[in-house]
């Protein structure tokens, strides 16, 4: 059998495919970083930090512990203060999606049965954000995300 001999042609090819395809990659991940990103969180983040540490200082004195769970087609909601006891807040505004993302996002209408905040939602599993948004009887605002691990 007559050996091939390996030309610069070869190479040139060998070359460009292992190139081409570091590239494709490169770029499919670019895409989907940049498709899928779910937006900024806030407009200038040097003057959200300046009142960084009183929001936080007033959050942590209201002493609110919130959980979620989600359970026959509905999420709780748990607000609870440093004595355990349920909350209720003036006012809720909770958008429910996923972190990588925002196709899944909705803003459920939580209600309070005076243990928790209850929606209706159907989700599928794995890891979801509540990024929620609570205002206390005193005025103070409390935003947190909340993570909410969905299996069945």
């Known amino acids: 059998m007559a050996q091939r001999e390996f030309t610069g042609r070869h190479a040139l090819m060998i070359f460009v495919g292992v ?78 999606g996923r972190a990588t993302h925002t196709r899944d996002d909705s803003e459920p209408s939580f209600v309070f049965d005076g243990i928790s905040y209850v929606a209706p939602v159907a989700l599928g599993d794995g890891n979801w954000n509540i990024r929620m948004k609570a205002v206390a009887r005193d005025g103070t605002e409390f935003t947190q995300r909340v993570v909410l691990h969905v299996k069945r």
């Open 19 to 96: 190139f081409g395809v570091i590239f494709a990659v490169n770029f499919f991940m670019a895409y989907s970083a940049v498709s899928t990103f779910p937006g900024l969180e806030v407009k200038n983040s040097y003057v959200a930090s300046q009142s960084f540490d009183d929001r936080r200082a007033e959050q942590e004195a209201l002493g609110w512990d919130v959980k979620a769970e989600a359970e026959a087609g509905q999420v709780r909601l748990y607000i609870n203060d440093d004595q355990g006891a349920p909350v209720e807040v003036t006012a809720l505004d909770a958008t429910l």
